[in-house]
């Protein structure tokens, strides 16, 4: 399942509304990197002033992560000589989902396509905490950039391309001008404000969709829920991303108790109107609300679709194939 979908239905389902405890604005200082390994590379300090650091916060079982190794290698060689250095930070964990001793290996196993730094961090994950919750971020991958000074400066997340893969422009761009001495630190200012009244809205939206998925899972007959349902439709407007994620919840969430397959296919149409059809992982659910709706010819032909555009990434697109098989042996 594609790795941005099911980041959404963990922040849906767990309804993460709270306003984070560790505030901080671009221009802070950096909060050091408190990690409980460095597996390649590092020690790193940020604090140093001696280079301009890229720290990107991913975790093994992220496939736009594993997506954006590549160009996060690139990055690196390209800045090598002109004092940058990228750090990727794990955040792999040992409890829920099990892959923090699969996080070596991975490295070790990818070598110099992975030619940056990597640390691990510490199992309460602290250094996420201080990045990500304090700059008010959610999903991996998330990037930042540090400048000589030891302030961050930029903070982003990678565009996801048509086929599930990954664009880096807004970091490229970032590290370009920092290294330029040209960063604009005010108009970056400004955008995050503007982008952190988005994250406000999406909060809203995702609190809506949290009633009706509270509603639907403890009880089959819930008072309300078909207002609930709509006020949630509404809330989440054009927002393709939180769309995908809220119908594929109410396809496949083992505790909903009233799975309503007609509601589900309203909102995967509306996450595939959003996306204009170009997206594989919202094509994959709306063929997904197809096909439990009854009509397997479509959901068959929006399924194909999904595989078409798919990305690099092998296993997004076996996982793709396998569900494209499935629609093809209830159609004989």
């Known amino acids: 399942m594609n790795a941005l979908r099911l980041?959404?239905?963990?922040?849906?389902?767990?309804?993460?509304?709270?306003l984070p405890a560790l505030a901080a604005d671009l221009g802070d200082a950096a909060p050091a990197l408190k990690v409980e390994k460095w597996i390649k590379g590092g020690p790193v300090d940020v604090k140093d002033g001696k280079n301009v650091y890229?720290?990107?916060?991913?975790?093994?079982?992220?496939?736009p992560c594993r997506a954006s190794i590549p160009h996060l290698t690139e990055l690196q060689k390209t800045y090598k000589d002109k004092g940058v250095v990228v750090v990727g930070v794990s955040v792999d964990e040992g409890e829920k989902r099990k892959t923090r001793d699969k996080v070596e290996p991975f490295v070790q196993e990818n070598g110099d396509k992975m030619s940056y730094a990597v640390a691990l961090d510490e199992?309460?994950?602290?250094?996420?905490?201080?990045?990500?919750?304090g700059f008010v971020?959610?999903?991996?991958?998330?990037?930042?950039?540090?400048?000589?000074?030891?302030k961050v400066v930029w903070a982003g997340q990678p565009d996801e391309t048509p086929g599930g893969g990954v664009a880096w422009s807004g970091l490229d761009q970032a590290v370009e001008q920092v290294v330029a001495g040209k960063y604009d630190l005010k108009a970056a200012q400004q955008a995050?404000?503007?982008r952190r009244v988005l994250v406000e809205k999406r909060r809203k939206a995702m609190e809506a969709a949290n009633n009706y998925l509270a509603a639907v899972k403890a009880s089959e007959k819930p008072e309300g829920v078909e207002?609930?349902?709509?006020?949630?439709?509404?809330?989440?407007?054009?927002?393709?991303?939180?769309?995908?994620?809220?119908?594929?919840?109410?396809?496949?969430?083992?505790?909903?108790?009233?799975?309503?397959?007609?509601?589900?296919?309203?909102?995967?149409?509306?996450?595939?109107?959003?996306?204009a059809g170009k997206q594989a992982a919202i094509i994959d659910t709306y063929a997904r609300a197809l096909f439990d709706n009854g009509q397997k010819k479509e959901a068959l032909a929006y399924q194909k679709k999904a595989v078409q555009l798919a990305g690099d990434d092998e296993a997004s697109r076996a996982d793709l194939e396998a569900t494209l098989k499935r629609y093809e042996a209830a159609q004989k």
Do not use: H
């Open 7 to 18: 980041s959404l239905m963990g922040v849906i389902a767990s309804a993460i509304l709270a």
């Open 54 to 63: 890229v720290v990107e916060f991913w975790a093994t079982w992220c496939a």
């Open 123 to 133: 199992p309460d994950r602290p250094t996420k905490a201080a990045y990500m919750e």
């Open 137 to 150: 971020f959610d999903g991996i991958p998330t990037a930042f950039v540090i400048d000589k000074s030891g």
């Open 192 to 194: 995050d404000k503007d």
């Open 227 to 275: 207002k609930l349902g709509q006020d949630a439709l509404a809330a989440l407007g054009q927002d393709a991303d939180l769309l995908n994620g809220f119908a594929w919840s109410i396809l496949t969430d083992e505790d909903v108790k009233l799975r309503d397959l007609k509601f589900a296919l309203q909102v995967a149409k509306a996450a595939y109107d959003a996306c």
